[in-house]
């Protein structure tokens, strides 16, 4: 267990590399390079109706890395005392979050794809769902 809890100002916006081509632009992640943890799981949601807002949940070991591969969106970042929102809507510009942190996805833009990378495998017994949960986790 980490004793030293992250906060939102631990979330990091980190800019990946891009190749400019005449074809178009070509943006790449290297496992152990470009990001603070080891990618073990991709994914990504699509096909988001403008309004609707996905995540609101934490992990307790999971680093993630969003992407907005495709349109853009807002992630809302809460620590359990301070709250940011980060607006990710450039494909060469991903978002940290650390373990500890309740992360939530709003405000889509049509035909937004939200990629993530994860650190682990997908465990359920890893997440955080319930906000009052949450709350008690932090102060442990």
Known sequence: MNTKRATVYDCSLIELPKKNFPEGNLTYVYNGLHLPFDIKR????????????????????????LVAASGAFEVILDDGINKRTVLL??????????????????????????????????????YIRDYEEFQKYIKE
């Open 89 to 126: 809507n450039r494909p060469f510009y991903g978002l940290h979050i650390p373990p500890g942190i309740w992360s939530a996805e709003q405000g889509f833009s049509s035909g937004s794809i939200c990629l993530v990378l994860a650190s682990h495998g997908y465990e359920e017994a890893d």
């Open 42 to 65: 991709v994914f990504y949601s699509y096909d988001i109706p403008g309004g609707e807002s996905r995540g609101a949940h934490a992990h307790k070991q999971c680093h993630q890395f």
